[in-house]
């Protein structure tokens, strides 16, 4: 296994070689991936894996139109290189006409840390979470979870003397409880796991099986609800993950504007809201530049290596931008915009506890399930609560109630939301495979939609 530096040479020299393509763009991703799992009060597997992606894009120009191909391989046999160069300037050749067409991206010095060794990572970061966990294992509720540790380095390298490295740490653990029937669950991200509050996460997780010693069962309808920042965010990235230029411009999504257009300053709640992306947030950083491996309505390979920067969704509550490759930014007179691989929203100075202890009647609802679009027109999303919904009375948790299908769109909660709390780092727990960057306030919603009960459990 030849260093990932080497790679790129190797395939830059063979994309120069064979000549097919009037430019080279390759992206080399080393990870290393570490995980822990356990169930029943018992450790039960760990383990280590270390892998390499190598993606090819290849881009012949005739005139005005370009072509691409895009090879993507997995192994780490340098012989292969040359077949993957090959394959993507075949696949160039014979490629229809991009559609986000745009002109390459210049050179510029070569990142100081380009040669440096690569960072990993091993069973041995889960240390400061193994020791509260075995004191839980000790106790009477049963624990279930994962914990897991993926640390990439991107280098990214066009043959125009564009040169991009960046190192991803991400990190999440999850943690269940059982006990008698009723089950609660909590998770944080991090990125080194020397941030991880286990304890607290299991003194969590113990007050809410307490909570659920009394149970009521409650009718469809819709509740005053409190949405914790973990569930606030499975609805709010969500709705980043619709935020593209293009299909509002063409009336494809919620965020096209009646009678044509976006709703881009359009103000859609009176709380001072902000909700951002941006790749320098403390404790959330991530890729700074673009690199992906094909185009899509948000994302241009024709951006491979251009800055990424803080994006402001929304504004102080009013919708202030849609993401824009530069060749849809073009076409519609829009700015670039090119959002980064975390989310944070603003909030109060209200804690969740606060919140709740200011509620008459309402509900806590602490995790989302099974989150799908219904209308993408309104952005209407249904899903499942689990593991924990609770009744509030007289300002305190007095019970568990069963499950419920919800019926929401996220732009309408941002609508109706009355109250916004303190801004936290938080793992969404439907979205946590693929986002695990988020900072959200917890939001007090008057008339959350359960459209039925469920009987998930």
């Given amino acids: 296994m030849i260093g990932a530096q080497q790679v790129v040479d190797v395939v830059l020299a063979e994309a120069a070689r064979l000549g097919r393509a009037d430019q080279t763009i390759v992206l080399v991703t080393d990870c290393v991936d570490a995980a822990l799992r356990w169930a029943n009060n018992t450790m039960t597997t760990n383990g280590e894996s270390t892998s390499r992606t190598t993606t090819v894009i290849s881009i012949v120009r005739r005139g005005e139109d370009a ?18 160069v090959a394959a993507s300037q075949s ?12 002109p390459a991206l210049a050179g510029g010095p070569e990142p100081a840390d380009w040669d440096a060794p690569i960072p990993g990572t091993g069973a041995e970061v889960f240390h400061g ?24 380095t991107t280098f990214l390298a066009t043959s125009g003397g564009l040169r991009r490295r960046f190192t991803q740490p991400t990190g999440s653990v999850e943690i ?18 020397t941030d991880v509050p286990t304890d607290s996460l299991l003194d969590e997780l113990e007050t809410r099986l307490s909570w659920a010693e009394r149970t009521v069962e409650l009718p469809a309808g819709r509740y005053e609800t409190i949405m914790p920042p973990s569930t606030v965010a499975d609805m709010m990235i969500y709705l980043t993950w619709t935020m593209g230029g293009r299909g509002a411009q063409e009336g494809r999504t919620a965020l096209a504007a009646p009678g044509g257009g976006t ?11 902000t909700m951002y992306s941006d790749p320098q947030v403390p404790g959330l950083e991530c890729t700074p530049f673009v690199a992906v491996p094909s185009s899509s309505e948000r994302m241009s390979v024709f951006d491979n290596g251009m800055a990424v920067e803080r994006l402001d969704w929304i504004r102080d509550g009013v919708i202030n931008a849609l993401a824009y490759p530069r060749a849809a930014a073009a076409e519609f007179g829009a700015p670039v915009a090119i ?29 989302m399930w099974y989150i799908r679009e219904v209308d993408p027109s309104v952005l209407l999303l249904t899903g499942l609560t689990r593991d924990g919904v ?23 909660l941002l609508r109706r939301a009355t109250e916004a709390g303190v801004s936290e780092r938080t793992l969404p727990r439907e979205w946590g495979d693929w986002a695990t960057r988020a900072q959200m306030p917890s939001l007090r919603i008057p008339d959350f939609h359960m459209s039925s009960v469920s009987q998930a459990q």
């Fill in 91 to 102: 696949a160039a050749a014979g490629a229809p006409a991009a559609h986000d067409v745009a």
């Fill in 176 to 193: 269940n409880a059982k006990r008698a029937g009723a089950s609660a669950w909590a998770g944080v991200s991090t990125a080194d796991f």
């Fill in 67 to 84: 072509h691409v191909g895009s090879v993507r391989s997995s192994s780490v046999d340098p012989a292969v290189l040359a077949e993957v």
């Fill in 263 to 273: 709703r881009v300053g359009e103000k859609l709640t009176s709380l001072p809201l």
């Fill in 339 to 367: 959002g980064a691989d975390n989310l944070v929203m603003t909030g109060g100075s209200a804690s969740l506890q606060e919140m709740v202890a200011a509620t008459e009647r309402g509900l806590l609802l602490t995790t």
């Fill in 129 to 152: 979470i193994a020791g509260p966990l075995a004191r839980g294992f000790a106790g009477a509720d049963m624990l279930f979870g994962y914990a897991r540790h993926i640390v990439e």
């Fill in 390 to 412: 609770y009744l509030v009375e007289d300002g305190a948790v007095t019970a568990a109630v069963n499950n419920f299908r919800f019926n929401e769109s996220p732009l309408d």
